[in-house]
Structures are given as C-alpha cells and as structure tokens.
Antibody, heavy 112, light 107 residues
Framework: QVQLVQSGAEVRKPGASVKVSCKTS????????IHWVRQAPGQGLEWMGI????????TYAQRFQGRATMTRDTSTSTVYMELSSLKSEDSAVYYC?????WGQGTLVTVSS | DIQMTQSPSSLSASVGDRVTITCRAS??????VAWFQQKPGRAPKSLIY???TLQSGVPSKFSGSGSGTDFTLTITSLQPEDFATYYC?????????FGQGTKLEFK
C-alpha cells in the first residue's frame, strides 16, 4: 500500500537549518510529484512547493524561494525538504504529500 | 497568487444534517480544485480532486461541484466522524493555494 513516512520531530535555534525526510513506498517513485505543505499551530495549510521525483525539478512558493530546498534520492525513494535561516515563525508541522496520500507530519520547533 | 476564499469559516450542524461549504477563487481556475478533511492532530485526508471526482475509498456522502471561480463541497447525512476542518485548494497555477478552512462543529 502507498505510504509516506516522515522523519521525527526536530528542535532548532533561530538561524539554523532543518532537513525533513519523506520515505515513500508502495508505488513507482518517479511517477508522482510530491508537495510540501506546512501548518503553523492553530493555523491553516500553507503550500511550500513541489518536486518531480522523476527528474528532480522543483517549484517553490515565492516566500520560500531561496530558503527551501527540495531534493530526492531515487535509490531510497525518499524526498527531502531543507529549510534554512529558521525563524520562530517557521515553527509548524511540515507535511509531504502526493495528490492523494499524505505523510504523518513532522513537527519543527524553532526556539532559542 | 490566486486567493481561495472559503465560507463559512465555521459551521454548526447536527448528526444527519446536510451541509455545504463554498470556495471562491480570485480568478478562473477551470476545475482544478481539491478538497481535504483534517481532524485535530492528524494529517489532512484527500476527499475530492478535479472539483467533483471522489478519491478512492471516499464515501458518496461527499460531493463537489463547480467550475471557473465558484466551488462547493456538500456533505450529506452527517455522522460524528465528519466533524472536522475542511480545506479547498486550487492547483491550476503555482503557487498552489488553500482556502482558510471551514471548521464543522456539533450544534
């Protein structure tokens, strides 16, 4: 069955970076684009960007351009999202998602 | 960016009711709309794509309609497990954008 399993919770200080992984299984990795979406505490969903696992091409929302980097490892069917220059406002649950399946989410806390 | 305006932001209903949530896009997006359900502490669940097509395994009590700028999600015969927050999303143009959500609560 299709699964997207994300890495565990992270705590970072302001200015640091965090890299979240999303290991996929149960389908052909290269066929389905993967989105990254985040949700701050008590807030709605925010689309961050998308990666084509087939060729690694990416598109980012403007507000994350230059700060977010999405990559993939075809050997392990895993996609990654790295966010740099973290601020307290980046504290959120980060989700990877296919169009029809979502990962369980990864809580990132940014605190000094 | 395309703005997705969802209404209402919250909705009180009872078991057995029928409810409708609307989503208006700031510009025409054909039928490139998806709907998601989210329960507290859980990841969103995909319900509908292409405005009206149910994802596999989603019960027919959920239905979607619309094209262009105006879209609706209708849920019939509400059951306790349906009380959640619902989001629309446009995927016509990058950046893909979500509505602000509609919280469906027990009356």
């Amino acid at each position: 069955q299709v699964q997207l399993v994300q890495s565990g919770a992270e705590v970072r200080k302001p200015g640091a970076s965090v890299k979240v992984s999303c290991k996929t299984s149960g389908y052909t990795f290269s066929i389905y684009y993967i989105h990254w979406v985040r949700q701050a505490p008590g807030q709605g969903l925010e689309w961050m960007g998308i990666i084509n696992p087939g060729d690694g091409s990416t598109t980012y929302a403007q507000r994350f351009q230059g700060r977010a980097t999405m990559t993939r490892d075809t050997s392990t069917s895993t996609v990654y999202m790295e966010l740099s220059s973290l601020k307290s406002e980046d504290s959120a649950v980060y989700y990877c998602a296919r169009d029809d399946f979502w990962g369980q989410g990864t809580l990132v806390t940014v605190s000094s | 960016d395309i703005q997705m305006t969802q209404s209402p932001s919250s909705l009180s209903a009872s078991v057995g009711d029928r409810v409708t949530i609307t989503c208006r896009a700031s510009q025409g997006i054909s039928n490139y709309v998806a709907w998601f359900q989210q329960k507290p502490g859980r990841a969103p669940k995909s319900l509908i794509y292409a405005a009206s097509t149910l994802q596999s395994g989603v019960p027919s009590k959920f239905s979607g309609s619309g094209s262009g700028t105006d879209f609706t999600l209708t849920i019939t015969s509400l059951q306790p497990e349906d009380f959640a927050t619902y989001y629309c999303q446009q995927y016509n143009t990058y950046p893909y954008t979500f509505g602000q959500g509609t919280k469906l609560e027990f009356k």
